[in-house]
């Protein structure tokens, strides 16, 4: 695990940016959580705020993982189409996971206002754009389920799509009115200072070096301290530290970079609605602007691999493609991330044992759906509730290296054949 976060824009920009001590000595609570992302601070804010004694344990800083390096696309629902999840977890089951999932936005931007978290909230939608003929049907079916859910999504033709977006590169986009864009590091962090204004105790730099049941509570142990609990939620999703049971998920990469903020007259006409987008290419690719104008570009991908080079020559030759006026405008920053991805491709709650569970696999999309599982999580502490999804019993996953191996081959391969054909003087790929 790394000492520091890495050096990310959203790292330089975030307004919330604060600390909090070390566990130092032995304490109590009704519940301990570990990590300090979406899910985990989600799980102690609500906790906290209905009178809980409630400990978190983050190994490196808050928004650390996952949280601090996402895309920053608050989206109602999953990668996964609907109808495809009611297939997987049964009709009953997935129509509850669809329906908390479909609202995330809404509880989201429903705590930034009330918290007042500082984190350039943007709720103009999203656009899921189709890099090709067979995108655009998949995008066809994906309205068709979403319309027989009464969900407010539009589906625009590639006139429409080149008008928001800028870019004549796509055959038409999806449209999400319940979607939008934050700065999602300040979103986890401002999230996280009105826990703690609520009475969470919150603890950076404090790794959990071991866990074992005891009687009737679990006890945790840090190089500082001790925290003893009745409840346990684990909530490292993609990350974690040694002293914890690693989840059974494969992992993939995502990385982005930024630009310096653009002047208006490269910016005229790009994204004038304030969209967040992403495509429908296997190899995904996401494009947005902050509020100060900087393009973010993205992509499945590791930066800090071996395909490290051919990633970054292919997002600008992507940028330059989908946006020639952009050509030559130099990335600034860059910083990769993981993403936790289940046999399933679905959110899943494991028991750990008797009072314990852990929450992971957002494959990708982890602003709502962690912010939503975090507040189911305090539910089911606190015998209020439980989870949109049964708690699984724990047992072997799909912790496969090789299949995470095939994710990036795959991306770099894709990447370095963009490049061929570029210099084969052929025009580069939409997707």
């Not at 601090?68 to 109602?76: H, K, M, Q, W, Y």
């Not at 930034?112 to 909230?121: F, G, L, R, T």
């Not at 999504?153 to 986009?173: K, N, Q, Y």
Request: net charge positive.
């Amino acid at each position: 695990m790394p000492a520091n976060p890495p050096d990310s824009l959203w790292q330089r920009t975030t307004p919330e940016s604060r600390s909090y001590p070390a566990l130092d000595g032995a304490v109590s609570a009704d519940v301990a959580i570990i990590g300090g992302g979406f899910t985990g601070v989600s799980a102690a804010y609500h906790l906290a705020v209905q009178g809980v004694s409630v400990v978190l344990l983050e190994a490196v800083t808050v928004g650390f993982g996952g949280s601090g390096r996402n895309v920053g696309l608050v989206n109602a629902g999953l990668w996964t189409p609907p109808d495809a999840v009611e297939e997987k977890l049964g009709q009953e089951v997935g129509a509850e996971l669809n329906r908390a999932l479909a609202a995330g936005p809404e509880l989201v931007f429903d705590l930034i206002e009330s918290q007042q978290i500082n984190c350039e909230a943007t709720r103009c939608g999203t656009l899921h754009c189709a890099h090709s003929a067979a995108g655009l049907r998949d995008l066809e079916r994906r309205a068709a389920q979403q319309w027989a859910r009464g969900a407010p999504v539009r589906l625009l033709d590639a006139e429409e799509t080149a008008r928001r977006t800028g870019s004549p590169a796509f055959h038409g986009a999806l449209w999400d009115a319940r979607a939008g864009t934050i700065q999602p590091l300040a979103y986890v962090q401002g999230l996280a200072r009105a826990a703690a204004a609520q009475g969470a105790r919150l603890h950076e730099r404090s790794a959990v070096t071991g866990m074992v049941r005891d009687g009737d509570h679990w006890r945790l142990r840090t190089a500082g301290g001790e925290v003893r609990a009745a409840r346990l939620i684990q909530a490292t999703n993609a990350y974690g530290s040694d002293g914890v049971p690693a989840n059974p998920v494969t992992l993939a990469h995502y990385f982005q970079l930024a630009t310096a903020p653009l002047p208006r007259s490269l910016l005229r006409g790009i994204l004038a609605g304030g969209e967040g987008c992403w495509d429908t290419a296997l190899i995904m690719s996401s494009f947005r602007l902050d509020r100060a104008g900087r393009m973010i570009f993205g992509a499945l991908g590791n930066l800090d691999g071996a395909g490290g080079r051919a990633h970054r020559g292919w997002a600008r030759r992507k940028l330059a493609a989908l946006f020639p006026q952009l050509a030559g405008v130099p990335f600034e920053q860059d910083w990769t991330g993981r993403i936790a991805m289940t046999s399933t491709y679905l959110p899943r709650v494991q028991a750990l044992g008797e009072g314990a569970v852990s929450i992971f696999g957002y494959s990708g999309r982890g602003i709502s759906p962690g912010t939503v599982f975090g507040r189911a999580a305090a539910d089911w502490a606190t015998g209020r509730g439980g989870f949109p999804v049964p708690v699984l019993p724990a047992g072997p996953g799909p912790r496969n290296p090789l299949k995470a191996l095939y994710c990036e081959t795959g991306a770099v391969l894709t990447h370095l054949a963009d490049a061929r054909l570029s210099r084969g003087g052929r025009a580069a790929p939409a997707g």
